[in-house]
């Protein structure tokens, strides 16, 4: 009796498995491209260079998913609420990396995580001495910043931008007093136009998984790219990573214009103690 329900029991997962391994197949075959929408203005994840090429951490990784699985990947960049509005209207296959939320979860299923992702109400240091709560806050239109201040901070005004560019531009000009944003696209922004120096960096709002999503119901998609995410070499995922967020090896473009101004005057500083020592006889 223990033997015929042991060999019950393997008969039923080697038909498992045979079936999982016999849809797996057939899949790979129907799928030859993705098209992948995301963020024109969204450095160092997404964005449009000189000559209008995509270029940022989520391209390169997605290209890398396309080489690993032998298929055609093509970009489509929009302002943020247009990369959602393209995967929800069919236009492309996959939205590059975004944060699930309840509301987005009505049209999009959400896949492999691709990294982790913070963002940050920034406030003016002349804001935060008079009151803190009163700025209304600008936020990038269809961004999980605006979904998390809806539902988090009901109590603060918003102001919405097409992206993070406009945005940060709008506090260089002095339109808005308060912003939110990812951490890394913030800083790119802030050093590009001169104001971080103005801006102080009030309050870290949350950490949560950057995934990758596709319309509702594509579970065919979805499952391709589940088993896909697994062939990507881990080498060359850790050397795109350093790549774009910096590594001993490695010094993105993007970042360039952040770090700048301050190793300008570290060596400015250095200098300055080489000569303070050397009036001083002290430098022996």
Request: hydrophobic share 40%; glycine share 8%.
């Amino acid at each position: 009796m223990y033997r015929l329900i042991i060999i019950y029991i393997s008969t039923l997962l080697f038909v498992s498995l045979m079936a999982g391994n016999a849809v797996s197949v057939p899949l790979n075959n129907r799928v030859s491209r993705l098209v992948i929408a995301h963020d024109t203005n969204y450095p160092p994840f997404s964005y449009l260079d000189e000559s209008n090429t995509p270029k940022g951490y989520l391209i390169d990784i997605w290209k890398a998913f396309g080489s690993a699985n032998s298929i055609e990947i093509k970009f489509l960049l929009g302002t943020w609420q247009e990369s959602l509005d393209m995967v929800k209207e069919g236009k492309a296959d996959v939205h590059g990396g975004l944060i699930y939320s309840g509301e987005r979860d009505h049209f999009l299923d959400y896949g492999p995580t691709i990294t982790e992702l913070s963002s940050h109400l920034y406030t003016m240091k002349d804001a935060i001495n008079g009151n803190e709560n009163s700025p209304a806050v600008g936020v990038v239109k269809g961004g999980y910043e605006e979904y998390y201040m809806r539902t988090k901070r009901p109590e603060r005004a918003l102001i919405l931008f097409d992206d993070n560019k406009v945005m940060i531009k709008a506090v260089a000009d002095g339109t808005i007093k308060a912003f939110v944003a990812d951490q890394p696209t913030g800083s790119y922004y802030m050093n590009l136009y001169g104001i971080r120096g103005m801006v102080k960096n009030s309050k870290r709002l949350y950490s949560k998984p950057m995934r990758m999503a596709v319309g509702e119901g594509k579970h065919e998609i979805l499952q391709f790219i589940s088993y896909g995410w697994m062939d990507i070499d881990k080498q060359e995922l850790k050397y795109i990573h350093g790549k774009w967020f910096m590594s001993k090896d490695s010094n993105p473009d993007w970042l360039l214009p952040c770090i700048g101004v301050p190793v300008l005057i570290l060596i400015i500083g250095i200098a300055v103690r080489k000569m303070w020592l050397h009036a001083h006889g002290l430098d022996s």
